[in-house]
T-cell receptor, first 115, second 111 residues
């Protein structure tokens, strides 16, 4: 079964440092997403990406965040200057096409710990 | 976007059928109802999706009444490994189709 792959599985970083979370979506998928989940809380939408540009972003996704699809396979989330409250699980997801009836496939997540 | 309401938690025993009901009173015409499952420290996993009436796959059944203001996820003969959080989502039929997760239902299956 095809899967979304995320690396690293766990990253520890110091406050103020930049981090890049990497995702390899399923190969023929066109829509890409980042979500985060703070420990014990619900999954929150961050950003959607289609046709090499951001389609939609949430209030969480401020100027400290950016996304990129540099080489047609990887999809990255960058946090420029991490804060303690950025500590969370970050999930990448992809879908083959638009439409409300299209399944989203999630990766296993990257646990980001900011110290 | 349609808001969903579902029980915070449910308990069951192995071998029982479990029904989790979700209400979504302001669902729109183009919206679909989707259920995801999440185990601790893992990403959500698609279970089933429907628009109206009944949908069944190898894992679950989804019952949606005619007014579509609620839906019921049915898990037949649960096992310990079905212990997880189950999310009911109404997927907006707009451009990005982002998923808006609620708090979900924590299903605890006991021996």
């Amino acid at each position: 079964e095809p899967e979304v792959t995320q690396t690293p599985s766990h990253q520890v970083t110091q406050m103020g440092q930049e981090v890049i979370l990497r995702c390899v979506p399923i190969s023929n998928h066109l829509y890409f997403y980042w979500y985060r989940q703070i420990l014990g809380q619900k999954v929150e939408f961050l950003v959607s990406f289609y046709n090499n540009e951001i389609s939609e972003k949430s209030e969480i996704f401020d100027d400290q965040f950016s996304v990129e699809r540099p080489d047609g396979s990887n999809f990255t989330l960058k946090i420029r200057s991490t804060k303690l409250e950025d500590s969370a699980m970050y999930f990448c997801a992809s879908r083959s096409r638009g439409g409300a009836n299209t399944e989203a496939f999630f990766g296993q997540g990257t646990r980001l710990t900011v110290v | 976007l349609a808001k969903t309401t579902q029980p915070i938690s449910m308990d069951s025993y192995e071998g029982q059928e479990v029904n989790i009901t979700c209400s979504h009173n302001n669902i729109a015409t183009n919206d679909y109802i989707t259920w995801y499952q999440q185990f601790p420290s893992q990403g959500p996993r698609f279970i089933i999706q429907g628009y109206k009436t009944k949908v069944t796959n190898e894992v679950a059944s989804l019952f949606i009444p005619a007014d579509r203001k609620s839906s019921t996820l049915s898990l037949p003969r649960v096992s310990l490994s079905d212990t997880a959080v189950y999310y009911c989502l109404v997927v907006y039929g707009g451009a990005t189709n982002k998923l808006i997760f609620g708090t979900g239902t924590l299903l605890a299956v006991q021996p």
